[in-house]
């Protein structure tokens, strides 16, 4: 709104007003203005929650040594991360921009599907929560809305990279001249890096691109159920999925910068995204939200985000990697999301074998792994056999969730990385 605003007084002459076309000044205000929005309102919030006893009724000591203080901390904390993105895009986005309009449908699309389980959870005293059918439904449907929009928007349009030799064996890299719509998404270690999905369905001939679309929207499901349902394993811990989200929101951040700038892209061989910036501006405001909500979040936890929060963050991680067509190098950069969700698929299909043949087996001592690590071996069902029982004693949860986060900074340094290691 203030874009428009702004933009308006710049052809009178107002001074400063200019500034407002720069998107590093768009940014950075949204950065700081979603840091002010987090800590003022989350400590309004989290009073309102106490005061109408929203709040940990239960927590499974088997799980969480540490479970017992935290009975009674305030949920649905994921309201002030949202409240905190949406205010300064509003404000400062671009809202014709369809990029900046799918991110938008994609967190209140999610925030309203877990606060959905939320409010189950805390007012009607169901530990389960919404069904996971419903779940799976509405991460599904979100999912199908961005790949068809991608799909049909004249404005979602992309530059491709052309690399050829010059003299010798010195690369240029050209962009064409016209921005059209592309099925090309990057691979990352790969020197020729750009897969198209229409090359996979080639079988199906001259149908092969409408082939290719309808692939290019399954796999837009896809990551966004996976990457969503990954960031809510990894919120187990204090600080922990709020923590490794805004290390991640970084680096989508540097990637949709270079993706809109066309220098940038031609150096890094990478395709040029028109539009694109301002996904800039509103992962500047996740981060900014993400690290105020810390401020609370962070051991011991003041507030807990819930599923408002964690399917929110997941689904606005992995939509802004489909924009601008990196989702290929999301197990890197989500790789300890990735790992959460593996640590529970093996688990549970392991446990399920050795039933087969009545013996009582896991892999870890708990799932998710970050679990794992914080389970005593006095813990421990003296009639189940693990194949990892390390560390034998139970590591506390803050060094645990810090262990995490320099994980995630090694890998989201590594997909940087990526775009030259080829």
């Known amino acids: 709104m203030l874009y428009y605003l702004f933009r308006f007084l710049e052809q009178y002459g107002i001074s400063g007003s200019h500034m407002w076309g720069y998107i590093s000044f768009r940014s950075l205000l949204a950065l700081i203005l979603s840091l002010i929005i987090s800590a003022w309102f989350g400590e309004r919030f989290i009073k309102y929650l106490k005061s109408k006893q929203i709040t940990e009724t239960q927590r499974d000591a088997s799980i969480d040594p540490f479970g017992v203080k935290k009975i009674g901390v305030p949920s649905m904390g994921g309201i002030i991360i949202i409240v905190a993105i949406l205010v300064p895009v509003l404000l ?5 921009n369809i990029y900046l309009l799918l991110m938008i449908v994609t967190t209140v699309w999610l925030g309203f599907l877990g606060g959905m389980d939320d409010f189950i959870k805390i007012f009607r005293r169901n530990k389960e929560g919404l069904k996971g059918k419903y779940k799976i439904v509405g991460q599904i449907g979100i999912g199908l809305i961005v790949g068809l929009t991608l799909w049909a928007s004249p404005d979602v349009k992309m530059n491709e990279n052309l690399a050829y030799e010059k003299q010798g064996h010195e690369i240029v890299v ?3 001249a016209e921005a059209r719509k ?7 270690f790969v020197k020729g890096h750009n897969l198209d999905y229409s090359r996979i369905t080639s079988i199906f001939g001259e149908h092969r691109v409408a082939a290719g679309w309808i692939l290019f929207v399954i796999m837009t499901i896809f990551v966004v159920t996976a990457v969503s349902n990954g960031a809510n394993l990894n919120d187990g811990m204090d600080g922990m999925c709020a923590g490794n989200s805004a290390i991640i929101g970084v680096a989508l951040g540097i990637l949709a910068y270079v993706s809109s700038h066309i220098e940038y892209a031609s150096y890094l061989n990478i395709m040029y995204i028109p539009g694109s910036e301002e996904l800039v501006v509103f992962l500047c405001a996740f981060i900014g939200a993400l690290i105020g909500f810390l401020w609370y979040n962070a051991y011991p936890a003041q507030v807990f985000m819930g599923d408002t929060g964690s399917l929110t963050i997941g689904g606005i991680i992995a939509v802004t990697a489909i924009i601008i067509h990196k989702e290929l190098m999301l197990p890197i950069l989500c790789g300890i999301f990735f790992v959460e969700s593996l640590s529970v698929i093996l688990q549970v299909y392991y446990y399920k074998l050795g039933k087969r043949h009545g013996v009582k087996q896991r892999i870890f001592k708990r799932t998710p792994i970050h679990d794992n690590f914080r389970t005593q071996q006095l813990q421990l069902d003296p009639e189940c056999k693990y194949l990892i029982k390390k560390p034998k004693g139970a590591i506390h949860e ?8 320099i994980t995630t900074i090694i890998l989201a340094a590594l997909t940087i990385i990526t775009l030259k290691i080829r």
Do not use: V
Not at 92 to 96: D, I
Not at 182 to 188: E, V
């Open 92 to 96: 400062l986005g671009r809202l014709r």
């Open 174 to 176: 050209k962009h064409r």
């Open 182 to 188: 592309s099925l090309k998404t990057t691979i990352p």
């Open 398 to 405: 803050s060094k645990i969730t810090i262990r995490f986060w």
